[in-house]
Each structure stands twice: as structure tokens, then as C-alpha cells.
């Protein structure tokens, strides 16, 4: 990522996108080195995750095509780019929200431990174990990263019953 002036990254991300916005169908670029516009990006992104008072956020939710989360469960701030799944153990579904998807849950099935692999905000390989909402809200932010939403886990007859509901989130993107 070119280096990237603080007033533009602030103007980049001005909004959070919502379900129906093509960038958040598309997989992210990976990142070849974390510059101090990646740092800027991590450090805005992580500000606008507390500001809508959730637990993680993806570059494309925000317009930017790449592979970079930040997740914040507990108190662990997690700064990930190009982060990848190696293992994982145990499964459960539980119900998730995404600001992207706003007023809508759905019940996602997804391991209960993960072990994942990315680049920190040092540019370094980092190698890290997760579990329980940690280790969800890792995979979700990873599933955005791949283009894939939590709509994708809904049954037929929920997409079904929520086709108006999706179809006003289009419409006033």
C-alpha cells in the first residue's frame, strides 16, 4: 500500500459498507509489507471498530481492497494482515451480527479453537492460538477478507424471510 497521507485515509474511511456493495463480494489483496500506511489504516480502522462499539473490522468493510483485520475481544487487540486459518478444533454455532449487515443475525457454525498465522503491525509472521470469541470473531473478520458474509451460513428459508430486509440494505447503500 502506497504511503497514505492521514487526511486522505480519513476521508477513505468515512463509512462503514453495507451488504450489496461489491467490495464486500471481492477477496482482498494480500499485503507484501506492513508500511506506516498499513499502521495508519490499522490504527483508523481500530478507532472506527470502537466507535460503532463491535469486536473486529475488515479493509473492505471500509473500501480498502486488502487483506487487513483488527479484532479487539477482552481487551486483545489483534492488528492481523494476510491472516490465514492453519488448524482448527471443536466446533459450536452461535448467533453473530456484522456491521455490515446491520439488524440481522444469523446462526453461524464455525471452530470453537483456531490457530492462525498473519503478519502483525511489525511486519513480522506472527503464529497465534484463539478460542472461543476470540477465535469467532477472527474467522469472521477473515470470512470478509474472502468476500464471504455471515448471510452466506443463513438457510434458504431465512435469506427467504429476510429477502425485503436484504433488499432495503441494497437499495440504501
Known sequence: MEKIALRRLNEMLGRIYIFGEPALRKKTKPVAKITQGEKQLFDEMLKMMHKAECIGLAANQVGI??????????????KL??????????????????LSLPEITVKVKR??????????????LIKFEA????????????????????IDYAPIWQKLALKKKLKALKEKK
Open 81 to 98: 494482515a494476510n491472516p490465514r486459518i492453519l488448524k482448527k478444533k471443536g466446533f459450536e454455532v452461535m448467533e453473530e451480527g456484522c
Open 131 to 150: 478460542c472461543d470469541l476470540l477465535a469467532r470473531a477472527v474467522q469472521h473478520e477473515i470470512d470478509h477478507l474472502l468476500g464471504k458474509m455471515i
Open 111 to 124: 471452530a470453537k479453537e483456531i490457530i492462525c498465522q498473519a503478519l502483525n503491525e511489525n511486519n513480522e
Open 65 to 78: 481492497n486488502r487483506q487487513i483485520c483488527v479484532v479487539c475481544v477482552d481487551n486483545q487487540v489483534l
